[in-house]
């Protein structure tokens, strides 16, 4: 039986790490990692992807809101200059947040300046990204993020799922489309 064709099943994003050489950490503070993965194989299509986790339990490890704010400021700075940098470069990318390890909920206001983040940077979102997913196993998690995108105008596909494997598959599908779709609009 050939399994050539048969999609990498994935334990952690660890894995995908170590089997792709493209890759560059970007940020990696008290509250978030953020690794780049450039050109990776996922299922059928190659692509970019920003893979950045929340660390375990840091509304527990960092007490003060005002270092929460500092390191969520610290994080939005990299992504502005990763989309920035994609911009210049007329390339496009996918983004998985994994914030499996979060046992707590968010302060409102670092929701509020991600939000913030995402609503001034519309268009270049609308040129560099495919879609992002949002892994998360928690419940209320879960909720709150529903929450979240329902008052925030999404411009590309947004997804939760509870796995590295969901979401990866997810981008899978999301490129595909946007792929059919931009050959059929050349058509």
Request: with cysteine; net charge negative.
């Amino acid at each position: 039986m050939d399994n050539s064709a048969s999609p990498n099943i994935y334990n952690s994003i660890d894995e995908i790490i170590k089997e792709h050489n493209n890759n560059k950490i970007i940020l990696d503070n008290e509250l978030i990692k953020i690794t780049l993965m450039s050109d990776i194989q996922i299922h059928d299509v190659q692509c970019n992807v920003l893979y950045a986790t929340l660390k375990s339990n840091f509304m527990e490890t960092i007490k003060d809101f005002e270092s929460i704010n500092g390191y969520t400021q610290e994080f939005l700075r990299a992504l502005d200059n990763i989309y920035n940098a994609f911009s210049i470069a007329n390339n496009k990318l996918s983004i998985i947040y994994d914030v499996t390890k979060v046992t707590s909920l968010f302060p409102p206001t670092l929701l509020w300046n991600i939000g913030n983040f995402f609503s001034k940077k519309k268009k270049i979102t609308n040129d560099i990204l495919y879609c992002t997913c949002i892994i998360t196993r928690s419940k209320s998690l879960n909720a709150l993020f529903k929450t979240f995108l329902n008052i925030y105008d999404n411009v590309k596909p947004i997804n939760l799922c509870d796995t590295i494997n969901n979401s990866l598959h997810f981008i899978n599908n999301e490129i595909i489309k946007y792929n059919t779709i931009m050959e059929d609009n050349l058509l």
